[in-house]
């Protein structure tokens, strides 16, 4: 027997989405009535009833109960049925398909992404809508207020769906699927890339290595680059998704991931080495010996698309978010195609994706994507790599330097300051907001400040106006400092720093993007007074 329960709540302070879901301490998210009033949030905010939503997440911890909570809040708020992964896993990009290949209403994703996973570490849920995509600011915003306005919650008393089982289920009245989470995906990407050509590629002898940091993309990244492309067994490590990522921080940048790093720097290199994501929406590409910048990558993956069976056409036009690095516009300038600069968020490049104005979308954080699916997706950059390489039959040392060589090269760097005090953070933006309107002709040791200002963005589709997006200096000759505080953490605030120095020749400044910035880091220092206000004068993280 089942029966529909109506349990009385109060508001829990703070359930307010940040720049991608809601994200917070698993014990928080574990603690009572928190997770519910979320999701009894979301339902009341897009309604539920005779709808179909997707539902998957990264495995984290918490992840399977709270797959058996969201499936029984949506049975008893009238769903008509949920398409689940087996094992309530999914990567993000997997999900997005899933919700756009079944013409669902949305789906609900649970990952803290990047963040680390455990009983004392992160948990994170988010809505996407029907098109796949992040719900917009509008949606979020709705969210958050109806959790603070809550009273009740519904929720099915019954047993746990056995998620482990394929095939159809019933609960109540709502039906529940639950899917292989791979085969869908590995399907569309069989349709984007040149699959045979890189198959030949791995058969002479071409040798990757792939880390997925015992995160979710483990499971597609095994069926794809192992079994459908033929790479050598073992080519996929830490391959199984593991509920604290193996006690690894699934972040895929040279800190984190310094095993795969090391390996591509030491004497025995593979080809080509890429990690991946919590959430498997993020990505990072090394070849041998030489770094990637994920500003650089989007560059280098929007030159060359056209290569890839799906991009064949061209693109219709490429998106990065503010803070990325200029390199993918000088593309867009060559290929004659529209170039966007938009907030951070992949949710912002939604209406452009949907419009038809974008193909190609990036950013500085590791996140690279196409239409194919309306979220970053780390495994297709890999593949798009994978398909390049295949073709041209360079390595990945000499693409970069042909692509520096014809487009000039775009230094760049992030710098992150983390878990500083809140009220230092805020209090250093709110200085350097108010210095603004002074910055401009100042010079900063030969560094002149052409142009400052706090980023705001009108979305060419919606019109909708997105502002305080980050603080940006200009200095001539192409150099940028960008500021902005995370929207991702969950512990005290994280300062962003974002460096870029343009130069035309290639390597004119040799191939230390940290000496190359130097000059530019000392400015942004000094502009911010970072080190007066937060007690740091070095990063905590640099990528
Ligand atoms: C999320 C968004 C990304 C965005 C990033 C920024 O990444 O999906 O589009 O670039 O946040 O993070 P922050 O606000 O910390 O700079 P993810 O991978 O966490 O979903």
């Known amino acids: ?52 939503f997707v539902l998957g997440g990264d495995g984290r911890y918490f992840n399977d109960r709270a797959a058996q909570v969201i499936l029984r809040m949506a049975a008893a708020n009238g769903a008509a049925r949920v398409i689940v992964g087996q094992g309530a896993i999914l990567s993000t990009p997997a999900a997005s398909h899933l919700i756009r290949l079944n013409k669902t209403d949305g789906g609900i994703i649970m990952s803290a992404s990047h963040n680390p996973g455990g009983p004392n570490e992160d948990f994170g849920v988010k809505f996407n ?101 033929g790479a050598a ?43 991946s994501d919590g959430d498997g929406d993020r990505n990072m590409v090394v070849g041998r010996g030489i770094y990637v910048s994920p500003s650089d990558s989007l560059a280098v993956l929007a030159a060359n698309a056209h290569l890839a069976p799906g991009y064949k056409a061209g693109l219709k036009g490429i998106a990065r978010s503010m803070p990325t690095s200029a390199a993918a516009d000088r593309v867009a300038e060559a290929l004659g195609v529209h170039h966007y600069e938009t907030p951070t968020g992949w949710k912002f490049f939604g209406n452009l994706l949907d419009a038809g104005k974008a193909t190609i979308c990036g950013e500085e954080s590791f996140g690279t994507g196409s239409d194919h699916v309306r979220e970053k997706d780390g495994l297709w950059a890999v593949l ?20 520096f060589k014809r487009f000039g090269r775009n230094y760049y760097s992030r710098h992150d300051f983390e878990a500083i005090d809140t009220a230092n953070a805020d209090a250093m933006f709110a ?18 400040v052409t142009h400052a200002d706090d980023f705001a963005y009108t979305d060419p589709v919606d019109g909708s106006v997105s502002t305080k997006q980050g603080v940006r200096v200009l200095f001539d000759g192409g150099s940028r400092a960008v500021f902005r505080l995370s929207g991702t953490g969950t512990e005290g605030a994280t300062l962003r720093l974002y460096l870029e120095r343009f130069v035309t020749g290639p390597d004119e400044l040799g191939e230390d993007p940290q000496s190359a910035l130097a000059p530019v880091i000392r400015a942004a220092h000094r502009i911010a007074g970072i080190a007066a206000h937060t007690g740091r004068s070095e990063p905590d993280v640099v990528t």
């Open 129 to 229: 809508m029907p098109n796949g995509g992040p719900a917009p600011e509008g949606v979020t915003e709705a969210m958050y207020k109806r959790t603070t306005e809550i009273t009740e919650y519904r929720v099915l008393e019954a047993q746990d769906v056995d998620l482990g089982r394929i095939g159809r289920h019933e609960l109540g009245a709502m039906v529940v699927d639950v899917v292989d989470p791979v085969t869908d995906y590995a399907a569309l990407m069989e349709t984007l890339f040149d699959f045979p050509a890189i198959r030949a590629m791995f058969a002479g002898g071409f040798r990757m290595r792939m880390d997925s940091m015992c995160a979710v993309t483990g499971p597609y990244a095994v069926e794809i680059i192992e079994n459908r492309l």
């Open 233 to 275: 067994k073992g080519t996929c490590v830490n391959a199984t998704p593991l509920p604290d990522f193996g006690g690894m921080h699934p972040d895929p940048n040279p800190t984190w991931a310094k095993a795969l790093m090391d390996e591509m720097f030491g004497a025995v290199a593979p080809d080509f080495g890429a990690a």
């Open 384 to 403: 798009l790599w994978l398909n390049i390489l295949a073709v041209r039959k360079e390595s990945v040392a000499q693409i970069l330097h042909e692509h």
């Open 1 to 52: 027997m089942t029966q529909i329960t109506t349990v009385a709540t109060t508001p829990i302070a703070g359930q307010k989405p940040g720049t991608s879901g809601l994200r917070k301490k698993t014990p928080v998210f574990m603690g009572r009535h928190y997770l519910e009033n979320f999701v009894q949030s979301i339902f009341d905010v897009v309604g539920a009833a005779g709808k179909t």
């Open 431 to 448: 200085a350097l907001r108010a210095a603004l309107p002074g910055l401009k002709g100042q010079d900063f040791d030969g560094l002149v």
